[in-house]
T-cell receptor, first 116, second 113 residues
């Protein structure tokens, strides 16, 4: 089945530094990838949608200059949290879908970001 | 045991009993629905899906029911096992939404020995 690999699974960084999270589709071409943020005991909140080769579409209230998304290939999307602050600490999850009307949303295993 | 998603975010059932997890979705234009299971510290795992032209779909030990009249979705788990303990989310895709999933608030299922 479709597999999405997300790395790192956990990261701790200092305030003011940047962190990059990778999301890879291992056995299919992901034309669209989604990035979510999840707070403890809360649901997933969509941050942005990225299509390969084009700029990401951000949801209202999500700072595009803070959460940089790159989807340069059909198998890789990255989320960079720039100048991270403690309030950026959260669980970040990606998902990917393929082309041709495939509704097979596959999620990565998530990244726990802690900013100290 | 049975839950009403937004008002009863936790559900505890005895091992071996059937579980019913409910979800009230928001958009009458949604045409595709998915149930996900999320264990602590992990990403959501697909359980079962259903399209709006159906009202019931069955999988292995799970059944999803869709009532479009009242915008209600339920997940039934038969013979609940300890490994079923997790948070369960319903998700909907409104037609014309660029295939974006909208997640419900989730229900924590705890299976008691």
């Amino acid at each position: 089945g479709a597999v999405v690999s997300q790395h790192p699974s956990r990261v701790i960084c200092k305030s003011g530094t940047s962190v990059k999270i990778e999301c890879r589709s291992l056995d299919f071409q992901a034309t669209t990838m989604f990035w979510y943020r999840q707070f403890p005991k809360k649901s997933l909140m969509l941050m942005a949608t990225s299509n390969e080769g084009s700029k990401a579409t951000y949801e209202q209230g999500v700072e595009k200059d803070k959460f940089l998304i790159n989807h340069a290939s059909l198998t890789l999307s990255t989320l960079t949290v720039t100048s991270a602050h403690p309030e950026d600490s959260s669980f970040y999850i990606c998902s990917a879908i393929g082309a041709g009307g495939n509704y097979g949303y596959t999620f990565g295993s998530g990244t726990r970001l802690t900013v100290v | 045991g049975e839950s009403v998603g937004l008002h009863l975010p936790t559900l505890s059932v005895q091992e071996g009993d059937n579980s019913i997890i409910n979800c009230a979705y928001s958009n009458s234009a949604s045409d595709y629905f998915i149930w996900y299971k999320q264990e602590s510290g992990k990403g959501p795992q697909f359980i079962i899906d259903i399209r709006s032209n159906m009202d019931k779909r069955q999988g292995q030990r799970v059944t999803v029911l869709l009532n479009k009249t009242v915008k209600h979705l339920s997940l039934q788990i038969a013979a609940t096992q300890p490994g079923d303990s997790a948070v369960y989310f319903c998700a909907e895709i409104p037609s014309g939404s660029a295939r974006q999933l909208t997640f419900g608030s989730g229900t924590q299922l705890t299976v008691l020995p």
